[in-house]
Each structure stands twice: as C-alpha cells, then as structure tokens.
C-alpha cells in the first residue's frame, strides 16, 4: 500500500463552489413530451433535488436543431424543406405522453419534435419543484430566427428569473458532419449566423440572456467568440467527452481514469477566455463517452469516480459549473427511467452526490507528496460556509490501495469520513456512499460513518483499490 501525505494550506485560498454549480443535461426532445418535466413529476424532482436545491438544468443536446417552436398544437411547425433526412410525413411530433428521451447517439438526423406552451409551463413547474434554474437551447441549425424570438419570449415570459440564458445552437462546430452546413462551415459563417439570431430575438426580448457558443470541443471557437461577443453572452460554454466513439476498443475504463490531455488543453481554452473576456465558463454538457456512452464503462461504478473528480477539477480551475447529459436509459445518464417505471440512480449520479455533501464553498490550496507513489490519486480541501473543512479523496488506481495522511492546518475535535463505494470498479448495481444506496425520489442517508485516527496532528485514511472518501475536519 503505497503512503502519501496531503497537507492543506488554510491560508492560500483557491476558487468557489457556487450553489448552482452542479447540473444536468437534457435533450430538447424531452420537451415534445410537455409533461415529462412537470410538477407532478416529484420522483424525477426528488433525485434532481438531492443533487443540491440551486442546481441547473440545460435542455438542448443534438435533437435542439430539430426542435420546432409550435405556438398552435393543432398546426404543425413548419419544418426546412432543405433537410433531407426529413419527410413530410415525420411532422406529427412522435413524443408520445410520457416517454423518456435518451441522449442522441449522433449517428443520424432525430426526428423532428415540436414543442408547445404547454411544455414551456410544465417545465416552470418543475423548476419551481426543483429549485433549479435554466439554461434553454434554441434551434439555429435549421430553424428560423423569427421563431426563435417567438420561442424565446415564451420561455422568458414563463421561466422569469429561473432562466439563466439561452442558447442558439448546440456544438455549430460539428455542423458540416451532420449535414446541417457545407464542409467549409467555419467560425466566420457561425458568427454572422449567431449574431443575427442574436439581434432578432433581442428585438422581441430585449432583455434575453445568452450564452456560448456551446461548442462540441473547440478552442479554436471558443477564443475567437469570447472575444467577439464577450458584450452579448453572459457566460461561455462549450462540452466535454472524455472518451469516445463506444464502438473503439481502447474505450475502457483504466482510460476513463486516467489523466486526459484533451482535458488539460480544454481548461487551458477556458482559462485563456476567462481572462481575455472576463466572462465565466460552464462546461454545458459532459459525459464519460460520446454517443450516448459505451456500456460496462459509462455505467459502471468506474463513472462514479470519474464524475466527483471531474467536478472538483473544473472547480479547482475557476469553472462556474458543469452539467452532465443524460436521459432516458442512456449508458451514462445520471437518472435513469420513465415516470410511469420509475426513476433509480446511476453509479454516475453517486459521484455528483459526494459533491453535494461536500456542499459549497472555498477551496484550499493543498499538494500531495510523494505524488509519484500514487500518480493517479487525486484529492481537493474545501472550507465550506460552515467553516468545517472537508476533504474530497479519490485513489484511481485499480491495482494498489493508498494510506493517505491529512494535514487539515487546523485543530480538528472530530475527524469523520463517508466512503463511496463497489464492490468492483466495473460494479453496474452495487454502489453505495456512506454505506447506503440511492432509494426512491432520490432519498438517502448515510448510513455508515467512520471516526478517523490523527496521528501528531493529522488524520489517517486507508482508500482500498478504486474508491474515495468524502472527509470532514470539524472544530
């Protein structure tokens, strides 16, 4: 077992964890079905609830293209004649009453949904039953920029304060794969496409909030945006996967958790725009494999892991939140299920809520040494508002535990510790944290606790093979 020491310093303060740090992701889809989000929907609520009571929720994803604002039900939204992968026939909206909508697989043209005011109050509702707010996509691929305006002043109208912005198009730099723009579709093209979006539904709602340019991966967009319209957008966005396609076998999860240089490199965009624009940053849809996800990994106990380290990543880079995509039965969806089956927690949603224990505040500067005995051993100290300092530990490693001493840099009258755990890191039913699984409409508490020995001040925690702990120094 290898041995390694994490010491804190108290008096060298990193960023904050905001309350509405933490979020989900959604297709646009799902609102062709207006009562899948709404306030009777409390078991959906319940386990968005337990992920934190000021959280977000984005809908947008890749069917937001092919979403149709329909002001009229009885009269079907007129649909671009220039797309061909879609027919006349396919204008009826197949969302029928209360299916869920998965994450889409990317591999062909969704069909066509439309959405109505109806599914605009619901969704309110449902904010309202969360305490959620909202980030709202809108569709530039192949919609129209007057409808646009017409559907954005619905949803403003409707979501008042509980919108944070919208947004016009999901990842436009991926437009030319899809046949949605020419191959030679660049950021010149996107940016007079944005801004005239932009200007007409500022027009209609003067006062509509923006944000992007949620690209798929992509500084090369990102930095040039930031610049352009850092007047225009209130945050910056863009996405993250990091893995991908499913069907690649070297997919797996020793890669999953294992460092990722497109990772580094995307924080380094983002910081890059941050300090340029003086705008913050949202990683707006996230996940552990693209396309939907790759089966024995995206649902395994491994993506678990994955999540709470990632969060405590972006957090640690000055990111304002991040929202991981789901929906439906999808490989990697937090939340799986239908109202009418029921909703039940991933192994990925276990991670999001030793996040939410961990609870907000400021994190602390900290450094673990030898870091060459355990490479892939990561842990972040937080000062939370309470005042308590809390310690996030993951050990990565699949082939040796790690005895992890803590030097908090403050007196502790009590050292706890609650343990995210499987039974194997490719475990798909067997997560627990504190002891306790996940119940029905998200209940949970934890059911074991662990006193901590301190050894000349500082506390002793042995984590066994692919497994963290959520730590707690209390005063």
Not at 213 to 232: C, G, I, M, S
């Amino acid at each position: 077992m290898a041995s390694v020491r994490l010491t804190l310093r108290t008096d060298r303060l990193g960023h904050k964890i905001g309350d509405d740090f933490t979020g989900l992701s959604y297709e646009s889809a799902q609102l062709g079905n207006p009562h899948f989000f709404s306030g009777d929907s409390t078991d959906l609520a319940g386990f968005i609830k337990r992920l934190g009571t000021s959280g977000v929720l984005r809908i947008g994803g890749n069917t937001s293209e092919y979403c149709y604002w329909t002001p009229n039900p009885a009269k079907p939204a007129n649909i671009q004649n220039n797309i061909d992968s879609m027919r006349t026939g396919d204008r009826a909206n197949p969302i029928a009453f209360g299916l869920s909508v998965g994450p889409d697989t990317g591999h062909k043209a969704p069909a066509p949904v439309n959405i109505t005011p109806l599914a605009i109050r619901h969704l309110r509702e449902f904010l309202d039953a969360c305490g959620w707010r909202l980030i709202y996509g809108l569709n530039m691929g192949t919609g129209m920029a007057e409808d646009a305006a017409d559907e954005a002043a619905c949803v403003m109208d409707v979501a008042g304060s509980k919108l944070i912005a919208f947004q016009l198009c999901n990842e436009p730099d991926l437009f030319y794969r899809n046949g949605i723009r020419p191959a030679d579709y660049d950021f010149r093209q996107f940016a007079g496409e944005w801004q005239r979006f932009y200007q007409t539904i500022r027009v209609r709602v003067p006062n509509a909030p923006f944000a992007g340019p949620d690209t798929a991966y992509n500084n090369e967009w990102l930095v040039p945006f930031a610049k352009q319209f850092k007047r225009e957008a209130v945050f910056l966005s863009q996405h993250y996967y990091a893995e991908g396609p499913p069907t690649d076998p070297s997919m797996t999860i020793e890669r999953l958790l294992g460092p990722n240089p497109k990772l580094q490199a995307e924080f380094e965009g983002m910081k890059e725009t941050m300090h340029e624009s003086g705008l913050p940053f949202r990683l707006a849809e996230t996940n552990s494999c693209y396309q939907g996800g790759k089966p024995d990994v995206s649902d395994t106990f491994a993506s678990a892991l994955w999540s709470a380290n990632l969060m405590f990543q972006l957090a640690s880079e000055g990111g304002m939140g991040i929202n991981f995509h789901g929906g439906g039965y999808g490989w990697y969806t937090p939340i799986a299920g239908t109202r009418e089956d029921g909703f039940l927690a991933r192994p990925i949603y276990y991670g999001m809520l030793l996040f939410a224990q961990a609870g907000t505040g400021q994190l602390l500067e900290s450094k673990l040494e030898p870091w060459e005995r355990a490479p892939l051993l990561t842990a972040y100290g937080l000062r939370g508002n309470t005042g308590a300092i809390k310690v996030a530990a993951f050990n990565k490693h699949l082939d040796r535990g790690v005895r992890l001493t803590i030097d908090a840099g403050q007196r502790a009258q009590r050292v706890s510790s609650v343990r995210l755990h499987a039974p194997r890191v490719d475990d798909t039913t067997d997560t627990t944290f504190g002891g306790a699984t996940v119940g029905a409409g998200g209940a949970w508490s934890a059911m074991r606790e662990e006193t901590l020995s301190v050894e000349n001040g500082a506390a002793v925690i042995e984590l066994s093979a692919a497994s963290a702990a959520l730590i707690t120094f209390e005063r």
